[in-house]
Structures are given as structure tokens and as C-alpha cells.
């Protein structure tokens, strides 16, 4: 693997000398779908020690990439990066196809190594953290669109956090959704009636068919569901998936294979009903064979973590559990009949406190 690193990298430096001039590349730190990452110092550094260099991320984009959609990446990290937890850019070197982007580079461990141990506190401030790099890119009408822990880097020792990767992000879509047959679907022409990609290309960053997300558990039911209008709630959404994950200390949480696997996961998370519900307001239609109630994410996060529920839930959701005969009854069908679970707040459909615990345990036992 090193082998192929090093040559990686001599490669690299082969087709681009200038970055050799300015940087020494030191090791691969980081591959996504789109890129390949370095690790680099600035030459004129180079009789320095390690603690005071000053060191970069060195991302070398994947030549097959549009180079409208490279354009775009860049302008984001222009345009909102440098501030509020988001990554910015201080330099981009080009020549022919080979195009990388100098960004500062932050230590960081893997999330695996920290979600099963962050306290309540620590995880307040990286919730915190997220959500400001999330709100400062929304105010530029800008959705990431690929909100996971690789790429918010956590530095713990010094509590730095960045949001990187603008590989897939868009502007928000106000239109709204087009007609079917006409609309989106149609390629953009130009005025000899002949396709145009550079056009295309720089139309679908504003509206239109969204690129596809990597199959990983942050989809939103709007992008599984392949909704053309998505706004910034696909990342709200997935930074909602990467709470659930540190209080279930589970990760990946969700793991669907495709789409509809990761409807089905959804679906026995929330409840068939509440997908159903979410569907149709965006305009589909979804069809399940059974029927889910959902799971109490309280009992839920309990479980995993093999902690006692809080004496207050256990003993509210007592008379419906474990009473039986006509007070039992009784006491189920006033639960029923109240529009909340006062345990665990869900709608009494959805809830699983009362009398599915059994649903809850097979589910955890699949994460
Ligand atoms: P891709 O678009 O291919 O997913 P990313 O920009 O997400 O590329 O980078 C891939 C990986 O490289 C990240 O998950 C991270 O581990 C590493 N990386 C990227 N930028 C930095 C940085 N500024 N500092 C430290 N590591 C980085
Ligand atoms: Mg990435």
C-alpha cells in the first residue's frame, strides 16, 4: 500500500512540477469517491521541525471530474470557506487536467474512535459546532449535500472542528417541483438545439436532478426518494443521523445497501406511517407490505448503550406494560387514546414503550 502511495504521489508531482516547488508532499492522508488527499509542507520550511511547519491538505481531484463542477467546489470554499468551522482554500494549483486545491489541514481521529465515548457535553459543543459550519453555508443558499463524519474533521486535543468536501453541494432549489414530462427531466439544449454539457453541467449545480449521494445512512426520505426540490434540510437530516449515532454509540447506524433498503431501515426507525406521511408531502407515493410502528429512540439509545431508562419513563410507561385484566385494558386504551406517548412523546401509533419491546431488541440486535 505504501508502495502504491509513493508512487501515487511521484506521479502527481510528475504532472503537476509547481506543487514540487512549494510543497513537500509528505503521505496520503485521506481518499473519497472524488479525490485523493496529501499531506504537505511548504518547502521553505523544510529545516523546521514538525511541530513548527505549517501543514496542508493537498486534495488532487479526479481528472474525470466536470470541470464545472471542480469550478463550483472551488468557489464554495471561496466564498463561504474560512470562517464559522467551514474549511477554506489558500491556494489552487493547475496544469492541464490535474488540478488540486491547498486547503490547511486539521488533525483529526476517526469517528469510530470517539462515538462510543463523547459525554453529553462534548457532544453539545460538536452538535454546536456542526450546526453553526451547517448555518453559515445555508445563508449562502448552499446545501452540502454530503454531511458525514468524514468530512466534519474533529480535532478533540484542541476542540477544532471544520466542515470539508463541497464535492456534491448545490445551490437550494426554490422551484417548485416541475411537472412530470416537462421540467427537469429534459436536457437543457442550447440554440442549435444541441446539448451543451459545460451548460448542463452548470445548470444541475443550481437546480434541477441533484447528483446522486454515495450510498451511506445520511440520506434524507427526500433524496431516497429521488426528489428533485431538496433544501437544506438534507443536511439537517444528516446531522440528525450523526447525533442518533453518538447516542446509540453506533456507526454506522444506518447501512442500507440501496434506496429501498434504506427506505425499509427508515421505515422500521420512524414508523411506516410517518414515511408514508413524509412521502406523500413530497409528492410520492410509497407503498409498504407491513406495517411498522417505529421505535422509541429513548428506549432505544437505553438499550444500545446498556444504561437503565431514567426512573421517570419506566415507571410512566408501567401501567400499559405490565398491568393486566380490565385495569390493564383500561390503561392501554387511554394510552392509545392520547395523542402522545407520555413516555417517549411519539404519536401512540408509533410508539413502542407499551407493548413492542420485543420489535425494539430484534432491531438493535440488527445494528
Ligand atoms: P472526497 O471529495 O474525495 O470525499 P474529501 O475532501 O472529503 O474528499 O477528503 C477525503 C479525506 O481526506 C477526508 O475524509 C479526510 O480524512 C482527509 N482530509 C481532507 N481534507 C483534510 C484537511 N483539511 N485536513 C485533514 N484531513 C483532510
Ligand atoms: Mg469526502
Given at each position: 500500500k505504501?508502495?502504491?502511495?509513493?508512487?501515487?504521489i511521484v506521479e502527481l508531482i510528475r504532472k503537476l512540477p509547481k506543487l514540487d516547488k512549494i510543497f513537500e508532499v509528505h503521505k496520503k492522508i485521506g481518499e473519497g469517491t472524488f479525490s485523493s488527499v496529501y499531506l504537505g509542507s511548504l518547502r521553505q520550511h523544510c529545516h523546521l521541525s514538525d511541530k513548527e511547519k505549517k501543514w496542508f491538505a493537498i486534495k488532487h481531484l479526479v481528472p474525470t471530474a466536470h470541470p464545472a463542477r471542480i469550478e463550483h467546489e472551488l468557489r464554495c470554499l471561496q466564498d463561504m470557506g474560512?470562517?464559522?468551522?467551514?474549511?477554506?482554500?489558500?491556494?489552487?494549483?493547475?496544469?492541464?487536467?490535474?488540478?488540486?486545491?491547498?486547503m490547511p489541514y486539521?488533525?483529526?481521529?476517526?469517528?469510530?474512535e470517539y462515538v462510543g465515548d463523547m459525554d453529553a457535553a462534548e457532544l453539545q459543543r460538536y452538535?454546536?459546532?456542526?450546526?453553526?459550519?451547517?448555518q453559515h453555508v445555508h445563508s449562502f443558499g448552499v446545501i452540502h449535500r454530503d454531511v458525514k463524519p468524514s468530512n466534519f474533521l474533529y480535532d478533540r486535543e484542541n476542540q477544532r472542528y471544520l466542515l470539508i468536501d463541497f464535492g456534491l453541494a448545490q445551490r437550494i432549489c426554490y422551484e417548485p417541483e416541475p411537472e412530470p414530462n416537462i421540467g427537469s427531466r429534459k436536457r437543457p439544449r442550447d440554440e442549435d438545439g444541441v446539448a451543451n454539457d459545460a451548460k448542463r453541467a452548470a445548470l444541475d449545480l443550481s437546480v434541477g436532478t441533484p447528483r446522486p449521494q454515495p450510498v451511506e445512512g445520511f440520506r434524507p426520505p427526500e433524496v431516497l426518494l429521488c426528489v428533485a426540490r431538496q433544501g437544506c434540510g438534507v443536511d439537517v437530516?444528516?446531522?440528525g443521523v450523526v447525533l442518533a449515532s453518538v447516542l446509540c454509540?453506533?456507526?454506522p447506524l444506518f447501512r442500507g445497501a440501496d434506496d429501498a433498503a434504506a427506505l425499509a431501515e427508515l421505515a422500521d426507525f420512524l414508523g411506516t406511517r410517518s414515511l408514508r406521511d413524509a412521502a406523500q408531502h413530497l409528492g410520492r407515493r410509497l407503498v409498504t407490505s407491513t406495517e411498522r410502528r417505529g421505535l422509541c429512540l429513548?428506549?432505544?439509545?437505553?438499550?444500545?448503550?446498556?444504561e437503565q431508562l431514567p426512573e421517570r419513563y419506566a415507571r410512566r410507561a408501567a401501567p400499559a406494560t405490565r398491568a393486566s385484566g380490565a385495569a390493564?385494558?383500561?390503561?392501554?386504551?387511554a394510552a392509545a387514546a392520547c395523542h402522545s406517548c407520555r413516555s417517549c412523546r411519539l404519536r401512540a401509533e408509533h410508539c413502542v414503550c407499551r407493548d413492542d419491546d420485543q420489535k425494539a431488541e430484534e432491531w438493535a440486535e440488527g445494528v
Open positions: 505504501e508502495d502504491t502511495e509513493k508512487r501515487q474560512g470562517k464559522n468551522n467551514v474549511i477554506g482554500v489558500e491556494l489552487c494549483l493547475r496544469h492541464m487536467d490535474t488540478i488540486v486545491f491547498i486539521i488533525p483529526h481521529k476517526k469517528f469510530s452538535m454546536r459546532a456542526l450546526l453553526s459550519a451547517l437530516w444528516a446531522a454509540r453506533r456507526y429513548r428506549r432505544l439509545v437505553a438499550r444500545l448503550r446498556g390493564g385494558a383500561a390503561a392501554a386504551a
